[in-house]
């Protein structure tokens, strides 16, 4: 077991002791602690910042840096702290508003419904929060290359009933899944390694995205409802937008237009709430 393994373990059984004010403050720290330490991811965070926002000052860019690490931080300890929300309201952290009208419409249709999202706020307590509501949730993860981590994190992930597929061979079972009238968890905001990807833009700059989003869509006609969970001091509003529609009519690649769609809107969160999101994720290193 590696260390990073050790240390998790040991987390995952004292952070829960915690209150969630704990945990948030700590995680915040913790994540200021990796950004003074973790020179690489540091330097790409900045560097996809003035990419991103030319017309930032450095200041706007460290300080917004900063706070992607302490959201990082605080994403992580939440997560080990996430076993609570099996004896604790789930609005204690997570805080629906309108946009769950939309969710259950999509529900009733009967097709299931596909959620993308991105790795902004805690994406990861969306999960846990949605399972812990009675919602059939399934997500496609890539599993961590430590396999004591790995299962770790598998387990929180589902500790309130929501099911985890790895990613490789994942399509037909989540498709399955999609078509039994469950909803599907897709974070469609990474850098996609090719022959997979397709080039969209995002922030002005084409990036290599997965186009799992829109290949489900148009096996399942299942509706896409982008989703985020926005940052606040003390929890999180889950915002669900209504399903997106994509006019694919005399359009040679719909995938091609679905997936572009889904990356405009992940990047009208990321501009309103740029903090939130994971920029120390290499997101442009695949060129077209």
């Known amino acids: 077991m590696t260390l990073i393994a050790r240390l998790a373990e040991a987390a995952a059984a004292r952070v829960p002791q915690w209150d969630l004010a ?9 994540g200021r602690l990796a950004y003074r330490l973790d020179r690489r991811h540091r330097v790409t965070a900045l560097s996809n910042l003035r990419r991103a926002f030319p017309g930032r000052d450095r200041a706007w860019h460290e300080r917004t840096a900063l706070g992607s690490f302490e959201q990082m931080g605080r994403t992580a300890l939440e997560l080990l702290w996430s076993p609570r929300l099996i004896d604790h309201p789930v609005q204690q952290i997570i805080r629906t508003d ?18 993308a999202g991105a790795h902004y706020g805690n994406w990861e307590l969306v999960g846990v929060a949605l399972a812990k509501l009675g919602v ?25 009933g929501a099911r985890v597929l790895p990613r490789h061979n994942a399509f037909r079972p989540a498709l399955r899944a999609l078509r039994a009238g469950s909803v599907l968890a897709i974070l469609a905001d990474q850098n996609t390694l090719p022959p997979e ?13 997965t186009p799992a989003v829109a290949q ?15 940052p606040h001091d003390d929890h999180y509003r889950l915002a669900i937008d209504p399903p997106l529609e994509v006019s694919t009519s005399g359009h040679d690649d719909a995938v091609l237009k679905i997936t572009a769609a889904v990356t405009a809107r992940i990047e009208r969160y990321v501009r309103a709430c740029p903090e939130a999101w994971l920029w120390m994720h290499d997101r442009w290193r695949e060129r077209p």
Request: aromatic share 8%; net charge positive; glycine share 6%.
């Open 22 to 30: 704990t945990a948030v403050a700590r995680g915040r720290g913790l």
């Open 98 to 115: 309108d946009g769950m009208a939309h969710f259950e419409r999509a529900l009733k249709a009967g097709n299931g419904a596909i959620l």
């Open 136 to 160: 059939p949730l399934v997500s496609i993860a890539r599993p961590l290359d430590d396999t004591r981590l790995d299962e770790l994190v598998t387990r929180l992930r589902s500790c309130t």
């Open 197 to 209: 990807a397709v080039f969209v833009p995002y922030f002005d700059r084409l990036a290599a995205t």
């Open 216 to 230: 489900f869509h148009l096996r399942s006609n299942a509706p896409i409802l982008p989703m985020f969970a926005v």
